[in-house]
């Protein structure tokens, strides 16, 4: 059986797409090693990782260590947002404390307290529409972007009424001062590599 025989077969089997089908689709499909994988809004998108992305990230969640426990930081593991089929695999996702997973092993998002994306130029648009739009829907109280390619990040806050009314930029090697958010500490820039 093919992949497109197996999904025949599972969109026969029910009228109504979900996120779990989805992935369980994704999970089915040859998806090359290296490559991210989330459902924004309905649609597929799959980027490469690359060194720059990486160690960015990896510098956010070594920051953040110091203010969540490992096992609420998460990178590129699937939360499931209100709307359409928003499966998102943020690039970094701090959870409150307190918070336990589901019957599935998924946190919910009304836990989640930051979210970082690094941008990739085949996926920048939707880091900064529909995904900041989802976040900001789901009152996701801190969203950052990381732009590795202009070399700068920004700051969104203040989710209301499904936008963020907060919004600051700067260029890598600003602090990024999140004290007055419920993440409560500092993030250095100055270690931000450029594409």
Excluded: C
Aim: hydrophobic fraction near 35%; aromatic fraction near 10%.
């Amino acid at each position: 059986m093919t992949v497109l025989d197996e999904r025949i077969e599972m969109a026969e089997q029910s009228d109504e797409l979900t996120l779990d089908t989805m992935f369980e689709w994704l999970e089915r499909m040859p998806v090359p090693e290296g490559y991210k994988t989330e459902i924004v809004g309905g649609h597929i998108f799959m980027a490469p990782q690359r060194g720059t992305h990486w160690r960015i990230t990896f510098s956010i969640l070594k920051q953040l260590s110091s203010r969540y426990p490992e096992e609420h930081l998460l990178s590129d593991v699937r939360i499931d947002y209100p709307g359409h089929l928003n499966g998102i695999a943020s690039d970094v996702t701090a959870i409150r404390e307190g918070a336990d997973e589901d019957e599935k092993g998924r946190f919910h998002y009304e836990d989640v307290e930051f979210v970082a994306e690094v941008i990739s130029k085949r996926t920048a648009s939707n880091d900064y529409g529909p995904k900041k739009d989802v976040y900001a829907a789901a009152g996701v109280p801190v969203f950052l972007i990381v732009d590795p390619y202009a070399g700068e990040w920004h700051l969104h806050t203040m989710p209301q009424d499904g936008k963020y009314h907060g919004s600051i930029s700067f260029d890598f090697g600003v602090d990024i001062d999140l004290t007055n958010t419920p993440v409560g500490l500092t993030l250095k820039t100055d270690d931000f590599p450029r594409d």
